[in-house]
């Protein structure tokens, strides 16, 4: 495997049931991300990891939970969700460290429905 | 709140045509990002720009960052159908712990 990769691709879900998404970087990057892609909207910054610590939370409501084991591997824990919430949802990394451009690389995304 | 514009927002062409994609900002950024991105995947880096002025070429594409690095555009020369898809620019700021600012993206659709 190489790049980062996404686990679902799909997911469909009832507003009571929880889920995990998961997400893998073969580059040697050291910080990774979860954005939020709804139509016609920007690319939603949600969460930032560097070196494993969590950087940067967005105002995400609590019903969604990052985590990140270690510097390959980065989770976003899904419960109660709401019908709103469907929407792509991308992991992305970086070699981070103030790395200069900060060259942000993508998966393919998991494209969730909340029924 | 800091805003990247991208004009147009939607853009259908005919094979052959020639298109300029805008991405505009009021803030300064160390440097911007093109990326494409096709329905149901995820962004795909085309190239970085990180000098005022710079122009970058990767094929058909031609990418210009501004003097004042508040600004680009992506210019297509020729488009294909294979040219569809979402575009995207990104900035990235100083002393921002390595966050990008999205623009909300130009969808092309070229026609054969």
């Known amino acids: 495997e190489t790049g980062v990769t996404q686990t679902p691709r799909h997911l469909v879900m009832g507003m009571t049931n929880k889920k995990s998404l998961k997400c893998e970087q073969h580059l040697g990057h050291n910080a990774m991300y979860w954005y939020k892609q709804s139509a016609k909207k920007p690319l939603e910054l949600m969460f930032v990891y560097s070196l494993e610590e969590r950087v940067e939370n967005n105002s995400v409501p609590s019903r969604f939970s990052p985590e990140c084991p270690n510097s390959s591997h980065l989770f976003l824990h899904l419960h109660t969700l709401q019908p709103e919430d469907s929407a792509l949802y991308l992991c992305a990394s970086s070699l981070g460290g103030g790395a200069p451009y900060n060259e942000q690389f993508f998966g393919p995304g998991t494209r969730l429905t909340v029924l | 709140t800091q805003l990247l514009e991208q004009s147009p927002q939607f853009l259908s062409i005919q094979e052959g045509e020639n298109l300029t994609v805008y991405c505009n900002s009021s803030s300064v950024f160390s440097s911007l990002q093109w990326y494409r991105q096709e329905p149901g995947e995820g962004p795909v880096l085309l190239v970085t720009?990180?000098?005022?002025?710079e122009v970058k070429k990767l094929k058909r594409l031609t990418f210009q960052f501004g003097d004042a690095r508040k600004d680009s555009s992506l210019h297509i020369t020729a488009a294909q159908p294979g040219d569809t898809g979402l575009y995207l620019c990104a900035g990235a700021q100083y002393n921002q712990g390595g966050k990008l600012i999205f623009g909300q993206g130009t969808e092309l659709s070229v026609k054969p």
């Open positions: 720009v990180v000098t005022g002025g």
